[in-house]
């Protein structure tokens, strides 16, 4: 049997000779494939991390988000059979190239398939991962597959990242001209991430989430993975003054993907403490899972005092232009105006969004931040800024910070977003602000522009 730097040579070997693009395969999205692969060249690196999770005496593996494979191929170094689940075609390609050159490719399946639509047999894994994926998927049914793939015991390790990079990313380009480019896109996962927290599914430029630690947990023990530890094997650990930039976490299948959900159906809706939990998984993230208890528990509740969450749901399950959402928005009795905003923001009517903002109270702790975003989408500037202003005299939360920082520089206010980010800087609990590398340096709005 070949040793592990045997091995680590003709994978590295099989970088450096070049692979070919399938004739099936866009040249631009294959070259920019390669690049990212790259960063993946050492073998031993991934073995190391597949060791460390425990996975090494583990048979069967499920890689959701495999990228180039090198998870998948470390984990059949040990001798077992590794899945792949991947949706971008480049990528697959190379992970299948790569586990002909290492002698793999008896010991790994390469599937092109969004997560959340692929076809998995159940409880045949007894070990998964999704290493810097789930931000970009819908991670409640990415999570319900891997849970039903899993075999009892079995465990399912996620990385995820959050807003520490992406704060780093954000002060690197406001305050050093090579840099900026990046500003504007990390301030618009970062507002969509936290737009996406509030309730909107459908969000302008991008779907990247941002759920929380706690969250991710609650919707793992949602369908029956309950977290066990935190292995730090992500690649880009650490902190951004303080604001984690990523976090793991290794969960393990304890009872059936369906039991939670058993459970919940089982209960007595007109008991409020299972409103209460519903409102509770919504928040974590699981709005399609409090969409089927309440439509399948009883009509009345659908009509009744579950009706303000079910809109919810749907709204953020992405259902906004359902035929359900249609019926039970459109209806014509009274749901919370906040509710009303939600499905306009969703909906992209955002002159619609702002007239309900302006009936919620200047004191609503939602207010300041959703009808900021709405003020940025038309393009009002100072208003949006106002409007953050405000939920950060009430609250002083991140999202405004952001949000406020995001008004100035989409106006092209250099100097504004810089003050702006200096005084959220102020605000978190980390002893060296100081003053920045930088600051004088030329204009990133304009050297942006110039780039195009
Ligand atoms: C940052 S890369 C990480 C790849 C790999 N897990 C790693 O750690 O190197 C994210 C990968 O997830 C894939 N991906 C994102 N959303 C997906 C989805 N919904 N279904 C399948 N693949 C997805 C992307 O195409 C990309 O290859």
């Given at each position: 049997m070949p040793s592990l730097s045997e091995i680590s040579r003709k994978y590295r070997d099989s970088f450096e000779a070049g692979i070919a693009a399938g004739a099936a395969i866009d040249p631009a999205r294959h070259r920019q494939a390669l690049a990212y692969a790259q960063r993946y060249a050492d073998?031993?690196?991934?073995?190391?991390?597949?060791?460390?999770?425990?996975?090494?005496?583990?048979?069967?593996?499920?890689?959701?988000?495999?990228?180039?494979?090198?998870?998948?191929?470390?984990?059949?170094?040990?001798?077992?059979?590794?899945?792949?689940?991947?949706?971008?075609?480049?990528?697959?390609?190379?992970?299948?190239?790569?586990?002909?050159?290492?002698g793999y490719a008896d010991r790994t399946r390469f599937v092109t398939a969004r997560i959340e639509a692929v076809d998995l047999p159940a409880g045949s894994f007894d070990a998964a991962w999704s290493h810097s994926v789930l931000m970009y998927a819908d991670a409640e049914p990415a999570i319900e597959k891997a849970a039903a793939a899993l075999a009892e015991n079995g465990r399912f390790y996620i990385g995820y990242t959050t807003e520490g990079g992406r704060l780093d990313s954000i002060e690197s380009g406001l305050f050093d001209v090579e840099a900026c480019d990046k500003v504007g896109q990390q301030l618009t996962i970062m507002l969509n991430g936290y737009l996406h927290r509030?309730?909107?599914?459908?969000?302008?430029?991008?779907?990247?989430?941002?759920?929380?630690?706690?969250?991710?947990?609650?919707?793992?023990?949602?369908?029956?993975?309950?977290?066990?530890?935190?292995?730090?094997?992500?690649?880009?650990?650490?902190?951004?003054?303080?604001?984690?930039?990523?976090?793991?976490?290794?969960?393990?299948?304890?009872?059936?993907?369906?039991?939670?959900?058993?459970?919940?159906?089982a209960c007595d809706w007109t008991n409020g403490a299972l409103i209460d939990e519903l409102e509770r998984l919504?928040?974590?993230?699981?709005?399609?899972?409090?969409?089927?208890v309440i439509a399948t528990i009883d009509r009345d509740l659908k009509?009744?005092?579950?009706?303000?969450?079910?809109?919810?749901?749907?709204?953020?399950?992405?259902?906004?232009?359902?035929?359900?959402?249609?019926?039970?928005?459109?209806?014509?009795?009274?749901?919370?105006?906040?509710?009303?905003?939600?499905?306009?923001?969703?909906?992209?009517?955002?002159?619609e969004a702002r007239r309900h903002y302006r009936r919620l109270g200047d004191g609503d702790p939602q207010r300041g931040f959703l009808a900021g975003c709405c003020l940025l989408q038309l393009r009002e500037w100072t208003a949006a800024r106002r409007e953050f202003r405000l939920a950060i005299e009430n609250g002083g939360e991140?999202?405004?910070?952001?949000?406020v920082v995001a008004a100035?520089?989409?106006?092209?206010?250099?100097?504004?977003?810089?003050?702006?980010?200096?005084?959220?800087?102020?605000?978190?609990?980390?002893?060296?602000?100081?003053?920045?590398?930088?600051?004088?340096?030329?204009?990133p709005i304009a050297v942006a522009s110039a780039r195009g």
């Open positions: 073998f031993e690196e991934s073995v190391r991390r597949m060791r460390w999770l425990g996975y090494s005496g583990s048979r069967r593996g499920l890689d959701l988000g495999s990228g180039i494979g090198h998870w998948c191929l470390a984990f059949a170094y040990f001798g077992g059979h590794a899945t792949g689940i991947e949706m971008r075609p480049e990528f697959v390609a190379i992970a299948e190239h790569c586990a002909r050159a290492i509030a309730g909107v599914y459908h969000t302008v430029g991008g779907r990247v989430r941002m759920l929380r630690f706690d969250d991710l947990k609650r919707l793992c023990g949602a369908f029956g993975l309950r977290s066990v530890g935190e292995p730090g094997v992500q690649d880009l650990p650490g902190r951004y003054r303080g604001v984690p930039a990523t976090f793991d976490l290794l969960a393990q299948k304890i009872e059936g993907s369906d039991a939670a959900r058993d459970r919940l159906l919504l928040a974590a993230d699981c709005p399609r899972l409090v969409c089927d009509e009744g005092s579950g009706r303000d969450l079910y809109a919810r749901a749907l709204v953020r399950a992405g259902r906004a232009r359902s035929a359900d959402a249609v019926r039970v928005f459109e209806s014509g009795s009274a749901l919370p105006e906040l509710t009303k905003v939600l499905y306009a923001q969703d909906r992209g009517q955002f002159s991140m999202r405004s910070w952001i949000g100035h520089w989409s106006a092209g206010d250099l100097d504004g977003a810089r003050a702006a980010y200096r005084a959220f800087l102020q605000t978190l609990d980390w002893p060296a602000a100081g003053e920045f590398e930088g600051a004088n340096r030329s204009n």
